[in-house]
């Protein structure tokens, strides 16, 4: 049973492009969360999806970040016109319901340039 | 508005020095505590699910308790394998961390 799948495992985008994470939650798994990690900090919460629908964007930049996780396919978390202030690693988890234990994948590790 | 707080930021222990980790929350309705482990450059680990108070887990050297405010972490007879840093989570929102190193 494979875990919580993310990727890439590291992106490098130069300032204004756009970045592409994608998570695949664990088999049986409807609720994915994304997370962001600073340097030396904790996780942050961006958001809560649940299939086709958007739980929870409380943790949301207003501008530039959105997210989706369609009925078919991954999570996606898109990050328009990127500034050297996004680098961070990006978690995404997925839990069997909501707001249960949730488990994580890997991580993204964007690097702005 | 939620709030997780965790204390210390980070712990020294001595191999087989016991200690404890304390979560501190506010939350209206809490449907659930959750302990993580996470390693440098890796994902959080699950480890623990509290739902009410005086309920307790175990593993390993592991111990998590919960009362209506605040959860602790006991580490038994710790190994330098446990060094790592040990978070909580109310509601999806994570504390700090607590920053463990075990010596040997």
């Known amino acids: 049973n494979a875990g919580v799948m993310q990727n890439p495992r590291h992106l490098v985008r130069r300032r204004g492009q756009e970045a592409r994470l994608r998570c695949s939650p664990m088999k049986g798994h409807s609720h994915v969360y994304w997370y962001r990690q600073l340097p030396e900090e904790g996780l942050k919460f961006m958001v809560y999806l649940q299939k086709e629908n958007i739980i929870d964007e409380s943790g949301m930049p207003k501008e530039r970040f959105s997210a989706e996780f369609p009925k078919e396919g991954p999570s996606i978390l898109r990050i328009q016109q990127v500034v050297r202030g996004d680098s961070a690693a990006y978690f995404c988890?997925?839990?069997?319901?909501?707001?249960?234990?949730?488990?994580f994948g890997q991580g993204t590790r964007l690097t702005v340039v | 508005e939620d709030q997780v707080t965790q204390s210390p930021e980070a712990l020294r222990l001595q191999e087989g020095e016991s200690s404890s980790l304390n979560c501190s929350y506010t939350?209206?309705?809490?449907?659930?505590l959750f302990w993580y482990r996470q390693d440098p450059g890796k994902g959080p680990e699950f480890l623990f699910t509290l739902y009410s108070a005086g309920e307790e887990k175990e593993k390993e050297r592991l111990k998590a308790t919960l009362t209506k405010k605040e959860s602790f972490l006991h580490i038994t007879a710790p190994k330098p394998e446990d060094s790592a840093t040990y978070l909580c989570?109310?509601?999806?929102?994570f504390g700090a961390g607590t920053r463990l190193t075990v010596k040997p």
């Open positions: 989570a109310v509601d999806m929102r």
């Open positions: 988890a997925s839990s069997a319901t909501g707001r249960t234990e949730a488990f």
């Open positions: 939350v209206s309705g809490l449907r659930g």
